[in-house]
């Protein structure tokens, strides 16, 4: 079943109430950011987030282990609260990825999302080449992003 992701309809929402650009802000910020925040420690190192360039867009894998599910859903469902005050015109804090996928959805970025047994997979297309530069840009600095973060937590547990 096909359906409209509720992050990436909710990032939609975020373009139209963005306060910062993507470069002003940090890619990531698990404490400022309105939608990052929602995720704890524990949660994040729990979900599985891998991103792909494809063809014409992105694809990502996002993998919860089962007894995280119904906490995963209460955070999706946080999001979408969220977006729904923005929309009604309320200005949030937003990391640069939330910046940056709302700008892609301004751009015409089109989403769809399958939920599996262990989480979701989440595309991001489009016929424009050119957007297609930009969504591999976005993933390409996403998993980078992701693999500074992890290195960070690895020296953090090792004392350094």
């Known amino acids: ?10 990032m939609l929402i975020l373009a139209f ?5 993507a470069e002003d802000a940090p890619w990531f910020d698990m404490e400022n950011c309105s939608f990052c925040s929602d995720m704890d420690q524990e949660m994040m190192m729990k979900l599985g987030w891998e991103h792909y360039n494809i063809e014409n867009g992105s694809m990502t894998v996002s993998t919860i282990p089962r007894e995280y599910t119904e906490e995963w859903e209460k955070v999706r469902a946080g999001w979408k609260a969220k977006g729904e005050k923005m929309m009604a015109g309320e200005k949030m804090p937003l990391c640069g990825m939330c910046t940056a996928m709302g700008g892609l959805m301004m751009k015409g970025v089109k989403s769809e999302e399958v939920k599996w047994s262990m989480g ?7 016929d424009d080449p050119a957007i297609v530069k930009e969504v591999h840009a976005f993933t390409d600095k996403t998993n980078a992003e992701l693999d500074k973060m992890m290195e960070a937590e690895m020296t953090e547990g090792m004392g350094h």
């Open 17 to 21: 109430a963005l306060t910062v650009t």
């Open 120 to 126: 979701y997979i989440s595309l991001m297309t489009s």
């Open 1 to 10: 079943m096909r359906r409209i992701t509720v992050v990436m309809c909710l």
